[in-house]
Structure formats: structure tokens, C-alpha cells
Nanobody, 122 residues
Framework: QVQLVESGGGLVQAGGSLRLSCAASGRTFSSYAMGWFRQAPGKEREFVAA????????YYADSVKGRFTISRDNAKNTVYLQMNSLKPEDTAVYYCAAANRLVAAKREYDYWGQGTQVTVSS
């Protein structure tokens, strides 16, 4: 099992920034690709960003490209999502997840955190 705990969510104004963290424990963190997903009320959980086990490869949803940055610190067993230029449509519960490879599909992720709420006001 891999346990993932997100933190850093909150309320920000449009145009502001927020940094989410995901702390992992239970298994070897560095062996997993990591992803961030989000789910707004009444919507499907959607892919946001992913990063390879080494941090050398990243992949972003078009909706966040250029605004969000995913990174990881394997020594700290932590993955981050830096969110800049936030928009009201970014409002959602954000989830951290672990996969065996760099993918965007939800079905490829084996472990999930509990989520952290991000609310962007206009």
C-alpha cells in the first residue's frame, strides 16, 4: 500500500497562486510516477498533471499548461503542484495519485489521496 496525503488547498482570488503538496508513505515513493487530478461538483475527475519517477518527464492537461507546474522531491517523498494564474474554473478537490508509469488516465493510477479543496474566487 501507498498512503498519500494532500495539503495546501484553500481559498484564493483569481490570478493568485497556490502550492499543493502530497506526502507519500508506506512504499518506495521514488518507484512511482505521480499525478494530480481534480474533481469539481457534478464533474468527472480529470487529469491535471503527471511526473515520472525521476522527475525528468512531465505531462499537463491543456487547461493548465503554462500555469501549473508539477515537481517532486523523492528525498522528501513529496510531490508538488504549483498553481499560478488561478481561475475560478480551477475550483475543485485536488487529488494526488500514484501510478506505475507516466500516464494521464485515471484507471492507471493505483493509489489516491483523500483530496484537498481549492477554491478560486472571482
Amino acid at each position: 500500500q501507498v498512503q498519500l496525503v494532500e495539503s495546501g488547498g484553500g481559498l484564493v482570488q483569481a490570478g493568485g497562486s497556490l502550492r499543493l503538496s502530497c506526502a507519500a508513505s508506506g512504499r518506495t515513493f521514488s518507484s512511482y510516477a505521480m499525478g494530480w487530478f481534480r474533481q469539481a461538483p457534478g464533474k468527472e475527475r480529470e487529469f491535471v498533471a503527471a511526473i515520472s519517477w525521476s522527475g525528468g518527464s512531465t505531462y499537463y492537461a491543456d487547461s493548465v499548461k503554462g500555469r501549473f507546474t508539477i515537481s517532486r522531491d523523492n528525498a522528501k517523498n513529496t510531490v508538488y503542484l504549483q498553481m499560478n494564474s488561478l481561475k475560478p474554473e480551477d475550483t475543485a478537490v485536488y487529488y494526488c495519485a500514484a501510478a506505475n508509469r507516466l500516464v494521464a488516465a485515471k484507471r492507471e493510477y493505483d493509489y489516491w489521496g483523500q483530496g484537498t479543496q481549492v477554491t478560486v474566487s472571482s
